[in-house]
DNA sequence: ATAGGGTTAG
């Protein structure tokens, strides 16, 4: 063909416009004509085309075959695990190697590695390879400084990101946007707004970084009014990484409408089959409680990866949907899409919700053996949710005991809601004590802490807890639930509620009191304060606020539609009888998203079946 | 005449 060279630019170009393929075909034509074989220039140009166009397999093939590897193959072979999203394996073949081969990285090799440490939020990790850069002889290299401002940026750490960020000598606009998402992230909105500002340079790429961050930080309501003033300004802001945050902002507000008006959004720019905005659309829909809409984007879907797969499965998992998340995890398979440790906290948790012991072990089996994945404390929490749910509570407990893990708050808390459905007294008592002890930081904790000790009648510990909520909800948020309505939300706080339709409500919840009375409804007034009289304590329930909630949609909505009710905290077991039996006498369902799962109520029963 | 750093999904 041409002249070496000529080829060599010809892969290029491909890596630029990434046209694998293309590459593919000039790498056959190297080995033919025997290039490679006059040292590694070849070869690594090659690797990095594959790693930047996603061919990872081809990438490790060449690597495998290579007879001289130098400093930038593994730079490369590196990049390509980055670039696949694989930032453990990185890790670890820089860990293998180090060690086998004694690699010592160079400026490139440290700056691959930094940027999987932040792709896995391995911070321990990546403080011993900073400490071993600074020792090195590249510690002036601004682009590895680039590198770690991102990664501290991505654990979490603006401040320790501002520091290495001041170092840099040359500050260009990959170091601010860093930065920015990192203060962003943060939640720490105004130093990062004050950062935007006194860029030198900036791009849309940084007005990316600042939505994309504000909406993981939580602030996703700033995010969108910064959004909306970008747009107002004639900013050219229709491109997928923008449209993905701003869906995943709407997922957080769990704001279908506004997760609409974005997919409106997204279609009139043309982006409906952008794997990422798709992606997003499916966690979407499934956490504003449409879970046909998700299946539906999922369905029409060409190319779907394995976070397409995973997003839908956790979303019919957590709608009660179990045995079609299992199938779907099948049909994954067959698919020749690999699972990863999210799916598996998907399944597990859709198995422990069918009761479904075996399948769920062995689920969890699979994930280490046939999949080398290694579980996490969520996969040992998951697994602890399916044995204490199937009233299996020593096994659970024994998990709890020998994991290699220190179990955290979630998992003490899953063990213990299920001894609060078994009635296994004893060991719930036991395992609230110790969580006391530890000092719950949730809320939900201790609603959960209050039920046992006051199952167990135990009123001085009730009262204990009570206390401690008290003092964390003058902290935090207190307890509320929102109605969506579409065109409005409106919240609603525990007590009588002060809203202007509250006559309304009143009579609304009152007669459907007397209603589902008739019906063989009694009030549980035992997860209720002892020390209040009878009738103050069947008061305090019916005030509970996914009641007004659900009082104020049913009076608003159009007749016979879905009520759809967003609450901060776990949903209390009287109001979950409650609205089973409501679901029955309105003959419409009933969706309340609890703190971490959907319960849809229709025709008196509940998709969770009553485990929550 | 090779290679590295910033924004998106669970």
């Not at 719950?440 to 167990?456: F, G, K, Q, W």
Request: with cysteine; aromatic share 10%; glycine share 8%.
């Amino acid at each position: 063909m041409n002249h070496p060279f000529e080829i060599l630019h010809q892969i290029k170009q491909c890596i630029k416009l990434r046209f694998p393929l293309e590459g593919k075909k000039l790498h056959a034509h190297v080995v033919k004509s025997g290039f490679g074989l006059h040292g590694p220039l070849f070869s690594n140009t090659l690797l990095y085309m594959y790693g930047k166009c996603g061919f990872l397999k081809d990438a490790l093939q060449l690597f495998d075959e290579m007879p001289h590897r130098d400093l930038a193959s593994w730079a490369s072979i590196f990049t390509s695990h980055n670039h696949a999203n694989l930032p453990q394996k990185t890790l670890f073949l820089y860990s293998a190697a180090s060690s086998k081969e004694n690699l010592q990285p160079d400026d490139f090799i440290y700056a691959t590695l930094f940027n999987a440490c932040a792709g896995c939020n391995a911070l321990k990790v990546g403080e011993q390879l900073h400490a071993q850069f600074i020792a090195s002889s590249f510690a002036d290299n601004d682009v590895v400084k680039s590198s770690l401002v991102d990664f501290y940026a991505k654990c979490g750490l603006p401040d320790r990101a501002r520091s290495v960020f001041n170092s840099i000598a040359l500050k260009n606009v990959v170091c601010w946007t860093s930065l920015i998402y990192g203060y962003a992230k943060a939640g720490r909105k105004s130093e990062a707004l004050a950062l935007l500002r006194n860029t030198p340079c900036k791009n849309l790429q940084t007005w990316t970084a600042l939505i994309s961050g504000l909406m993981q930080g939580g602030l996703c309501l700033d995010s969108f009014k910064i959004f909306k003033e970008l747009r107002l300004e004639g900013a050219y802001v229709d491109e997928p990484f923008i449209l993905s945050s701003l869906i995943v902002g709407s997922a957080t507000l769990a704001m279908l409408e506004l997760g609409k008006q974005v997919h409106r959004l997204v279609i009139g720019f043309g982006y409906e089959s952008n794997l990422y905005v798709c992606n997003a659309l499916i966690d979407m829909y499934a956490k504003c409680s449409d879970v046909s809409a998700a299946e539906m984007i999922f369905g029409n879907m060409g190319k779907r990866d394995v976070v397409s797969w995973t997003s839908i499965i956790v979303g019919m998992a957590q709608h009660g949907r179990a045995l079609e998340a299992l199938s779907l995890y099948e049909t994954m398979a067959l698919a020749g899409v690999k699972p990863n440790g999210v799916t598996f906290t998907g399944i597990i948790y859709a198995c422990s919700h069918a009761g479904l012991v075996e399948k769920g072990r062995h689920l969890f089996n699979s994930m280490v053996v046939d999949h080398g994945l290694r579980p996490s404390l969520q996969h040992y929490t998951c697994l602890v949710d399916l044995y204490a749910r199937s009233g299996l509570i020593e096994e659970a407990k024994d998990i709890l005991d020998t994991m290699p893990f220190t179990p955290d708050e979630a998992a003490w808390a899953s063990l213990l809601s299920s001894c609060c459905q078994g009635g296994k007294k004893e060991i719930g008592v036991r395992i609230a004590d110790h969580l006391l002890e530890l000092g719950p930081e949730d809320t939900s904790t201790c609603i959960l802490l209050s039920n046992v000790y006051a199952h167990a009648t135990m009123w001085e510990q009730v009262s204990k807890v009570r206390k401690l909520m008290a003092s964390m909800e003058r902290k935090k948020k207190p307890g509320y639930s929102c109605v969506d309505l579409g065109k409005e939300i409106q919240v609603f706080y525990a007590g009588e509620t002060e809203h202007p339709m509250r006559d309304e409500i009143f009579g609304l919840l009152k007669e459907l009191d007397a209603e589902i009375r008739k019906r063989g409804y009694v009030p549980d007034t035992s997860l209720v304060l002892h020390d209040l009289q009878h009738q103050e304590k069947e008061r305090q329930l019916f005030w509970h606020s996914e009641r007004s909630a659900l009082a104020y949609g049913l009076l608003k909505s159009a007749p016979g539609a879905s009520i759809r009710i967003m609450k901060n905290l776990r949903v209390c077991g009287d109001c979950h009888t409650v609205f089973k039996l409501i679901s029955n006498v309105v003959g419409r369902e009933l969706i309340v998203r609890d703190v971490n799962r959907f319960h849809h109520f229709k025709d008196g029963e509940c998709s969770c079946q009553d485990f929550w």
